[in-house]
């Protein structure tokens, strides 16, 4: 059988290109002299397509490719496809969870220890060789907080389990109450924001979520207020942050992520109490490893027939796979 063609909007890890080089045809947009020929040519080919962190995959894109099936990202967040014109068309879209959940949760717990307590400052102050001349100034601390966490799903459940051993106080909020957690549920951001001097941003991005941080949340934090976010830069706003930060209306952030990655703005640069990190949750070896190979068995599991292994909610429950070849 011959295999099925695959569009690849950008290289990824060599093991993922290796892995889908023997499984599949590859074909390459990024390396394509004229992009509207290619996807004139071999547009109507393309049955799965990989993507990494990338361009959005939209209804625009979708519609040049009017044989696809399914849609493999690389990571647990899917905001940059649009799933909804996906379903639309049957087409399937599968993403890495489980598998990044704890690299990215023991990465969040390092990020809030290193903002709290200024590790990164306190070693560029020791590689200046000010501590012969001054000591480091005392910090702030994690004894007695209370750590309120936006998205309890896979990745904040980690970072929850791990914040107990530190004695902290556990909130969260989300779209609804989950029934087997003893952390007290906030039915709103702000009422979760008032009551919390952590802000723990796991959640999804996507519309729903955009910029939904604000300067009233911000404000609602308090002077002693850490904001840490893992997640998605779109879901906080940025210039509201960085005044926050300036003015002394937040003490500290960490960030992991930024809403025109790899942009940064320059404003945080000459911020001290920030922590910036370059995207790096789940940037262990092992875990991309993973990752990676997750992708390639979503690909490989829905062309044997046996439907996606990880396909996201908004995929039809029914999606079972159609072979290797027509």
């Known amino acids: 059988m011959q295999p099925a063609d695959l569009l690849l909007l950008k290289p990824m890890q060599p093991s993922v290109m290796e892995a889908l080089a023997g499984a599949f045809t590859l074909h390459r947009a990024d390396t394509a002299p004229d992009p509207d020929a290619f996807y004139r040519e071999i547009g109507p080919r393309i049955r799965a397509m990989a993507i990494g962190a990338q361009a959005p995959v939209d209804r625009a894109l979708f519609e040049r ?159 002693d207020g850490i904001v840490v976010n893992v997640a998605r830069g779109s879901l906080i706003d940025e210039p509201a942050l960085i005044e926050a930060l300036r003015s002394g209306t937040i003490h500290g952030a960490g960030l992991d992520v930024f809403a025109a990655e790899p942009e940064v703005p320059e404003a945080f640069l000459g911020l001290e109490r920030v922590v910036l990190l370059p995207h790096v949750g789940s940037g262990s070896v092992q875990t991309r490893e993973a990752m990676g190979r997750l992708v390639v068995d979503n690909l490989l599991s829905w062309f044997s027939g046996e439907g996606p292994l990880t396909p996201v909610p908004e995929t039809p429950a029914n999606a079972r796979g159609t072979g290797a070849a027509r």
Do not use: C, K
Request: net charge negative; no cysteine.
């Open 65 to 223: 490719l009017p044989h696809l099936e399914i849609v493999a990202s690389y990571g647990v967040g899917y905001d940059t496809i649009d799933v909804g014109a996906a379903a639309e068309r049957g087409i399937v879209v599968t993403n890495t969870p489980d598998v990044l959940s704890d690299e990215v949760a023991d990465l969040a717990l390092g990020l809030l220890l290193a903002t709290v307590r200024e590790i990164p400052q306190a070693d560029r102050h020791l590689r200046a060789g000010h501590w012969p001349t001054r000591t480091y100034p005392l910090t702030a601390t994690l004894r007695g907080r209370h750590v309120g966490i936006l998205g309890l799903g896979r990745i904040g459940r980690a970072i929850a389990r791990r914040l107990e051993g530190f004695g902290v106080t556990l909130s969260y909020h989300g779209r609804r109450r989950q029934e087997d957690v003893a952390y007290a549920f906030h039915p709103t951001l702000l009422d979760m924001a008032r009551a919390v001097d952590v802000l723990m941003i796991v959640a999804p991005g996507g519309p729903e979520t955009n910029g939904i941080v604000d300067a009233e949340i911000l404000d609602a934090l308090g002077p």
